[in-house]
C-alpha cells in the first residue's frame, strides 16, 4: 500500500511524514497485489493493463517505477481502491479475501490530520514514535497475511489432492485423519444433505437443501435375483461439498473416532510416512 503525504523536516531532520488531512490518497501496488495473491507480477500487470485498456483509461496515469535487482527500473501499477476492486473480479474469491482484508487493514489506521509541534522536542519525538508504531503494526499486518495465504494455498492444495470427481462422503473423509467414516452418512442426515428412503435407514438419498450445491446422485438399475429391477442412487460429492466438508473437519465438527490423536492432517499417508 502506498500511502501519498508531504514531508515535513524538522531542524534535526527528525520530523516524520504526515499528511495535512484525512484524505489520504492511497493506492495499493501491483507488486503487493502479486504478493497477496500469490500470482506473478507480469501477469498481475498484464491484468492491469487489460483492465484499463477495456475501461479506456490511460495506463500511464497509474504508471509507477521501482528499482530491482542492481538498481534496475522495473515498472509497476499503483491502483486505487475502486481500480483495485475492479481487478479482483476477475480473479478467485480467495484471491479477493485476503486483498480486501489488506484493504480494511489500511483504512482502519487513520494518519495524523494535525502536524506536531516541532519546536517541541517532547512533541517530534512523540510523533516519530508514533510513526515508527504504526510502520511496525503494518508490517505485522502483512506477515498475518502472508500466513493467511499460506493456509489457503495448503488448503486449496490438499483439497486437490484429497477429492476426485465422482467420490462419495465416505471415500472423501477416508484422507481425514481421525474421522469415523461410519458415522458421516447419519451426521450428514442431521444437517440435512442426506436422507433415507428405506426402512433399514442403507439407501441414502440427497437431501433438497445440499442437491446441485453440495452433493448430486448417479443412479443405476439393479436386479436382485429372484426380484424385480430397480433404481439404486448413490450420493455423490460434488467439489463445493468436498470444500464444506473440510472445513467442518477443520473446525473439530465432523465425527471423530475415539482413537483419534487429534491432528488435523490432509492425507493419512502422508502423516504415516512421517
Not at 484471491?95 to 482502519?108: S, T
Not at 514514535?129 to 494455498?153: G, N, P, T
Request: net charge neutral; hydrophobic share 35%.
Amino acid at each position: 500500500m502506498h500511502q501519498h503525504t508531504e514531508s515535513i523536516n524538522s531542524p534535526n531532520n527528525l520530523a516524520p511524514r504526515f499528511s495535512q488531512s484525512e484524505n489520504v490518497a492511497r493506492t495499493m501496488s501491483s507488486r503487493e497485489i502479486a504478493d497477496l495473491t500469490g500470482k506473478r507480477h507480469d501477469n498481475v500487470k498484464a491484468d492491469i493493463r487489460n483492465m484499463l485498456a477495456d475501461l479506456k483509461e490511460d495506463v500511464l496515469t497509474f504508471q509507477g517505477i521501482y528499482l530491482y535487482g542492481m538498481n534496475r527500473q522495473q515498472t509497476e501499477y499503483l491502483l486505487d481502491r475502486e481500480h483495485t476492486d475492479c481487478l479482483l473480479t476477475g480473479y478467485s474469491a480467495a484471491m479477493r479475501m485476503v486483498v480486501i482484508k489488506r484493504w480494511r487493514e489500511l483504512e482502519g489506521s487513520r494518519v495524523i490530520a494535525t502536524l506536531p509541534d516541532f519546536s517541541n522536542p517532547a512533541a517530534a519525538a512523540r510523533a516519530w514514535a508514533d510513526e515508527v508504531e504504526q510502520k511496525q503494526s503494518a508490517e505485522q499486518a502483512r506477515l498475518q497475511l502472508s500466513v493467511e495465504v499460506q493456509a489457503q494455498a495448503t488448503k486449496i492444495h490438499s483439497l486437490e489432492n484429497l477429492f476426485k470427481e465422482g467420490m462419495t462422503h465416505t471415500q472423501f473423509c477416508k484422507g481425514l485423519n481421525g474421522v469415523n467414516v461410519m458415522q458421516v452418512g447419519k451426521y450428514l442426515e442431521a444437517r440435512s444433505w442426506l436422507y433415507n428412503e428405506s426402512k433399514s435407514g442403507t439407501r441414502h438419498r440427497v437431501g433438497s437443501s445440499a442437491r446441485d450445491k453440495y452433493m448430486t446422485e448417479h443412479q443405476h438399475e439393479v436386479t436382485p435375483h429372484g426380484k424385480d429391477p430397480f433404481i439404486s442412487y448413490t450420493p455423490i460429492l460434488l467439489k463445493k461439498g468436498a470444500a464444506r466438508l473440510y472445513d467442518l473437519y477443520l473446525a473439530g465438527e465432523l465425527p471423530m473416532m475415539k482413537t483419534w490423536d487429534g491432528l488435523f492432517t490432509h492425507d493419512k499417508a502422508v502423516r504415516g510416512a512421517a
